[in-house]
């Protein structure tokens, strides 16, 4: 099937290469043309484990390019939308200036092909009540609207793409045109439904959004209920770890997302659980997500527990001190430092006086090129905390995990460490000589 895919961002391009790796013919539009040369080269413009060796095989067979030109998707079956949704300025509320500019970019070529109408599939993370807009739109060029989001996890985004856990289709309330934008979703996904057998969930459009930010929000509030748990053994002498596996073990809580550290960050869930929020109350329902606002205060208040912790344990004096910060990423496996806990402690000590050397084995080169005169950019973590006064582990890499403390422990002058993200074994950090200070641990 010939397929367009609108937008080649980190959704769009994972998914343009991985409809090319099920059999499609697929072309990505995007309009920066760096990133589409690039593109075109089998190169990938971001990290993420899979992705490169997927784009670069797809490319070389001739089932994969890309192109500035939306002329270039003329006789597309489907077009999927996969352009960003990022927070507006100043507002919680989504910025739809991308969602708008690829629907009215790709109006003008939808016609139908030979095996029928167009069908346009929307994958971006939109408020609820924008597919039934677009919707409009498209069928006033005789296309089909069905609305299929994305469930992607960075660092497990090609796998989630080829081999997800549920798939999720709005369909019109027009019966036929609901048949066939169903019919021809699953020529698509044809691998997934027949062979992999992938649950499919057919739902109206409203339900169809609404599922991907419910999901989120359900996250980022577990995520937040655990360190508000963190928040409060911290004040009693409790350990949230030995916490979280007790409630764990309960099916009904189950022991994912249940870690203790510095909280959220990239560019899903927070910006996410905010435009969620702004749509509740423009629907006149803000009541029903006002939790989300403790969610999201509690998420800032870890980024705030580790400054006030880096701040007590340099003596009250940061200015001048050297702290070596483990981690940009806002998480392992990806470069995104979107919204990234990490980098926000750092430039937040940095402008404390406190002179700041971050390392990170993806997003570490990308900053040593940005201009950042607060931040030196170190190549090991080892060289980030040769001499330092204090250590920070803010992104849970392997490399940072799989540290021996012994073998460090005569880098810095003092071997200070505070594991933001509970992933060391304070017992054998303490006993190789390290001072060590964990998330909601005694």
């Known amino acids: ?15 343009a290469a991985s409809m090319a790796e099920l059999g499609h013919d697929v072309v990505g539009i995007d309009v920066d043309e760096a ?11 971001f990290h993420e484990p899979g992705f490169e060796e997927l784009l670069e095989r797809n490319v070389a067979a001739g089932r994969l390019r890309f192109s500035t030109d939306f002329a270039d998707v003329a006789g597309a079956r489907v077009h999927f939308i996969g352009v960003g949704t990022p927070q507006q300025e100043g507002s919680y509320a989504a910025d739809m200036s991308q969602v708008d500019g690829a629907v009215s970019a790709l109006l003008p070529h939808l016609a139908p092909t030979p095996e029928g109408p167009p069908v ?7 408020p609820v009540g924008t597919a039934s807009a677009v919707a409009e739109r498209v069928e006033s060029r005789g296309a089909i609207l069905v ?11 090609v796998q989630d793409t080829i081999s997800p856990d549920r798939m999720v289709y709005g369909l019109s309330r027009d019966e036929q045109a609901a048949d066939t934008g169903r019919a021809v979703l699953d020529e698509v996904y044809d691998d997934l439904i027949n062979r992999q057998q992938i649950p499919r969930l057919l739902t109206d459009y409203a339900t169809a959004e609404l599922v991907k930010v419910a999901a989120n929000s359900f996250l980022a509030t577990k995520i937040s209920f655990i360190n508000a748990m963190a928040e409060l053994c911290e004040a009693t002498g409790a350990d949230v770890v030995q916490l979280a596996e007790a409630i764990g073990h309960d099916d009904r809580i189950g022991k994912k997302f249940l870690r203790a550290g510095v909280g959220f960050g990239g560019g899903c869930l927070p910006k996410d659980i905010r435009a969620f929020m702004a749509r509740a109350e423009e ?8 939790f989300l606002r403790e969610v999201d205060s509690i998420n800032d208040r870890r980024r705030d527990h580790v400054i006030t912790l880096a701040t007590d344990l340099l003596d009250g004096k ?6 070596a910060v483990l981690g940009a990423a806002f998480k392992p496996d990806t470069d995104d430092m979107r919204n990234s806990p990490a980098l926000d402690i750092a430039a937040r000590l940095a402008a404390k006086g406190a002179r700041i050397t971050v390392t990170d084995p993806q997003a570490g080169p990308i900053l040593a090129e940005q ?17 330092a006064d204090l250590v920070l582990l803010l ?9 021996d403390p012994a073998a460090v422990v005569g880098l810095p002058n003092r071997p200070v460490m505070i594991d933001g993200r509970n992933v060391l074994d304070p017992k054998q950090w303490r006993s190789a000589g390290w001072t060590y200070h964990g998330m909601g641990r005694p």
């Open 395 to 403: 992104t849970e890499w392997r490399q940072f995990r799989d540290l």
């Open 371 to 387: 201009d950042r005169p607060d931040l030196t950019v170190a190549g090991t973590a080892e060289e980030a905390m040769t001499g």
């Open 147 to 157: 609305w299929n989001p994305e469930f992607l996890r960075e660092g497990f985004a």
């Open 120 to 126: 346009v599939v929307g994958k971006s993370t939109v």
């Open 35 to 45: 990133k589409v040369a690039l593109l075109g080269q089998g190169k990938a413009p």
């Open 318 to 323: 940061v200015a001048g001190k050297q702290v």
């Open 1 to 15: 099937m010939r397929i367009s895919v609108i937008g080649c961002g980190y959704l769009g391009a994972v998914h």
């Open 283 to 290: 629907l006149g329902v803000d009541e029903a997500l006002g």
